[in-house]
Nanobody, 112 residues
Framework: QAHLVESGGGLVQPGGSLRLSCAAS????????MGWYRQAPGKEREMVAL???????SYAEFVKGRFTIVRDNVKNTVYLEMNSLKPEDTAVYYC??????WGKGTLVTVSS
């Protein structure tokens, strides 16, 4: 049974950077499509970035050019590298293994 654990969230100033990690166990991140989603207070969960088993990536328009999804098959971990963070990026960020599992999320707060 797959298990996903996110880490790396925290408080960062506008314009700053963070790297989120999603460590998987029980299933391989190289076999399934992996994604990062986020949910801000009072809003629905939305897709942020996806990476297919073949390595193709896609991003929501609001993060294009600022966020990068990276997969490390050896460490069985997926990362979300976030740059030029904005206050509107504040949310709980969740890792997803398509059709298989969700993590419990990690909070990112962008504030001065």
């Amino acid at each position: 049974q797959a298990h996903l654990v996110e880490s790396g969230g925290g408080l960062v100033q506008p314009g700053g950077s963070l790297r989120l990690s999603c460590a998987a166990s029980g299933s391989s991140v190289s076999v399934y499509a992996m994604g990062w989603y986020r949910q801000a207070p009072g809003k629905e969960r939305e897709m942020v970035a996806l990476i297919t088993a073949g390595g193709e990536t896609s991003y929501a328009e609001f993060v294009k050019g600022r966020f990068t999804i990276v997969r490390d098959n050896v460490k069985n971990t997926v990362y979300l590298e976030m740059n030029s963070l904005k206050p509107e990026d504040t949310a709980v960020y969740y890792c997803n293994m398509k059709f298989i599992a969700w993590g419990k999320g990690t909070l990112v707060t962008v504030s001065s």
